[in-house]
């Protein structure tokens, strides 16, 4: 098959990540990608001969120069004449449109950016509990509305307006005429609440490599825990933060990523008296979080929004550590509580200490889980079974299933 992939950028997040395995595993398959993409920067993916096609901004609502960016993508399209389109982000209508009309296509929906204005699927204010919650509602006019009572979105019309408009005219397109995937049964409920038909919907759980030999039992160098991904309030680092300050003193964190909320992260950890206890590493390279993941006792996820899937949290489990993780969106579909780790309620940093306690100071309980967690991914989330799957799905539906 000749596989078109179009998403916003090569490099730079856990989708980018995703697109470069999936762009190798196909090409071991026999099958030949080729990428369009946004915005520069980044490389084509090693070790794959896919062709690269830059058409500047047009996966955005606000692209500067949406005509010629789209006379790019009609470029990309007749040079590369694809059996089958797999879209893996766009929020630009009209590209989706031209996309669906010019090969069959297959929408990844790898995170809830599709179906929320917002992005987080979360309400983060005016709720019962007081705390963020994650949002019930399907994508529609009324969030226009919420956004007001819950600040969940911009509550500026001249943004809002144009993105929601966008958004709905995207899902009633891939409701038409095109098939799902998706990483998570969280995220199959969230299509399936948004009208799209379960049939039409895959799940492909993402997938990890173990490291060949496994690494040193956890809790060797101490009682550290390690958080890895984009620094970010949503995803909890405020509320490990207090954890960690519940923990006896001789706890630490290692903090992997960078984002829009680092500083005030710092800031936070200073202020709570643990600047000797956190080390922020900023984004680093596979080698070095490998061997963050190595040092480590045991790997947080303490996500205040709904989790799509998490890669961090399976990486870990290769990685023979046992993750504690918040109960929200997909997290409970890899992490099985009291086996391979400890769920607990989102935003309840009590809870998070409690349970980071029992295996940042028990070696022994950190070694079973953490051989727990690699033979579930080694039996449940291999790169051959997802790779399989996703050939299954685009060769069906370049057939016109």
Not at 116 to 122: I, N, R
Not at 297 to 304: D, E, G, M
Not at 310 to 335: F, K, Q, S
């Amino acid at each position: 098959m000749r596989i078109l992939h179009v998403a916003p950028r090569l490099s730079g997040g856990g989708l980018e990540v995703y697109l470069h395995e999936a762009i190798r595993s196909l090409a071991a398959l026999g099958h030949v990608s080729a990428v369009l993409h946004a915005h520069g920067g980044g490389a084509p993916p090693a070790g794959a001969a896919a062709r690269v096609h830059l058409a500047p901004g047009v996966t955005d609502i606000g692209c500067p120069d949406l005509a010629r960016s789209l006379d790019r993508a009609r470029e990309a399209l007749r040079a590369e004449a694809p059996d089958v389109i797999l879209l893996h982000g766009a929020t630009q209508h009209r590209l989706v449109r031209l996309l669906a009309g010019a090969a069959p296509l297959v929408r990844f929906v790898h995170d809830t950016h599709c179906l929320c204005p917002g992005g987080g699927k979360t309400l983060r204010r005016g709720t019962a509990s007081g705390r963020p919650q994650p949002c019930p509602h399907a994508l529609g006019w009324a969030c226009l509305g919420r956004a007001w009572v819950h600040r969940c979105t911009s509550r500026d019309p001249r943004v809002a307006l144009p993105l929601l408009a966008h958004l709905r005219a995207n899902l009633a397109l891939y409701r038409r005429g095109a098939a799902l995937a998706c990483p998570s049964a969280f995220i199959r409920a969230l299509l399936v609440d948004n009208g799209f038909d379960p049939g039409r919907i895959t799940v492909l759980p993402h997938s990890t490599v173990p490291p060949a030999r496994p690494g040193p039992a956890p809790g060797g160098q101490g009682p550290v825990a390690l958080y890895a991904g984009r620094v970010h309030w949503g995803k909890g680092p405020g509320v490990l933060l207090r954890a960690l300050a519940l923990l006896p003193p001789e706890a630490t964190l290692d903090v992997a990523g960078d984002g829009p909320d680092l500083q005030g992260v710092k800031t936070l950890a200073r202020d709570l008296g643990l600047a000797e206890r956190v080390r922020f590493h900023g984004w680093v390279d596979r080698a070095a979080l490998d061997a963050l993941y190595s040092r480590a006792a045991a790997v947080v996820v303490p996500s205040l929004v709904p989790e799509a899937f998490c890669m961090t949290g399976i990486e870990a489990m290769a990685h023979g550590r046992p993750v504690v993780g918040a109960d929200c969106g997909a997290v409970g579909e890899w992490l099985e509580h009291g086996v391979t780790g400890w769920l607990v309620p989102p935003g309840d940093a009590r809870a998070l200490a409690d349970r980071l306690r029992d295996v940042l100071f028990s070696t022994e309980l950190a070694k079973v889980m953490g051989t727990a967690g690699r033979e579930r991914v080694e039996r449940q989330f291999t790169p051959d079974a997802h790779a399989c799957g996703l050939v299954r799905l685009l060769e069906r539906t370049a057939r016109g299933g």
